[in-house]
């Protein structure tokens, strides 16, 4: 959707690199989501973040990802040591505020883990 | 905990035909149901919704209706065009509010084809 930019759009990495994948929401939001699609699979919600703030990280993963906001620039979902199971599309959203599940997703940064 | 089951795919239509997908999930509460739309190299739009038992979504000539004793949000259009082309994901959300409001449960989505 317009207004979300995410960067990379694809990005290639090897076993064992890390990964860094960025997103800035829509203009004048300071929240995002970020979900991830896996292979034939559905959109799986990972964390919610708020600038500076993490306040929902109940679907990352416990190991090796990370996700932060910063007061300046974007919000960065980090991967470190990657492995094949990582090659996916990762989705960030701004939502619109107070209307449930009303989400603008970016177009995606599609990992590809060699 | 939540879950949305959407039709296997892919579905592979002529242009004109009705097409139906069929979306069922099983939540605690009383969730709202999304119908989201992905064409090929972009990123989720949202197509239509429904926040309660027996409301109708509808967006350009796609509908579904929220149905509470079956659990189901089946979308449909009676007329499919080419351009309709595109994967299909229903996706359920927790009204409770407060930081869940954009944590949705999505189905593995549908891949449509329609030919001219």
């Known amino acids: 959707n317009a207004g979300v930019m995410q960067n990379p759009r694809h990005l290639v990495r090897r076993r064992g690199q890390e990964a860094r994948l960025r997103c800035s929401p829509m203009?004048?939001?300071?929240?995002v989501y970020w979900y991830r699609q896996l292979p034939e699979e559905g959109l799986k919600f990972m964390v919610y973040?708020?600038?500076?703030?993490?306040?929902?990280e109940s679907g990352m993963p416990k190991e090796r990802f990370s996700a932060e906001f910063p007061k300046e620039g974007p919000s960065i979902l980090r991967i470190q040591q990657v492995v094949r199971g990582d090659s996916a599309a990762y989705f960030c959203?701004?939502?619109?505020?107070?209307?449930?599940?009303?989400?603008?997703f970016g177009e995606g940064s599609r990992l590809t883990v060699l | 905990g939540d879950s949305v089951t959407q039709m296997e795919g892919p579905v592979t239509l002529s242009e004109e035909a009705f097409l139906t997908i069929n979306c069922t999930y099983t939540?605690?509460?009383?969730?709202?149901l999304f119908w989201y739309v992905q064409y090929p190299g972009e990123g989720l739009q949202l197509l239509l919704k429904?926040?309660?038992?027996?409301d109708k979504g509808s967006n350009k000539g796609f509908e579904a209706t929220y149905r509470k004793e079956t659990t189901s949000f089946h979308l449909e259009k009676g007329s499919v065009q080419v351009s309709d082309s595109a994967v299909y994901f229903c996706?359920?959300?927790?009204?409770?509010?407060?930081?869940?409001?954009?944590?949705?449960?999505f189905g593995q989505g549908t891949i449509l084809t329609v030919h001219p």
């Open positions: 959203a701004s939502p619109l505020q107070g209307a449930t599940g009303e989400l603008f």
């Open positions: 203009k004048g939001h300071s929240h």
């Open positions: 973040l708020q600038k500076e703030n993490i306040i929902d």
């Open positions: 939540a605690t509460g009383y969730p709202s």
């Open positions: 429904a926040t309660k038992a027996d």
């Open positions: 996706a359920l959300g927790d009204n409770a509010g407060g930081t869940s409001y954009g944590k949705l449960t």
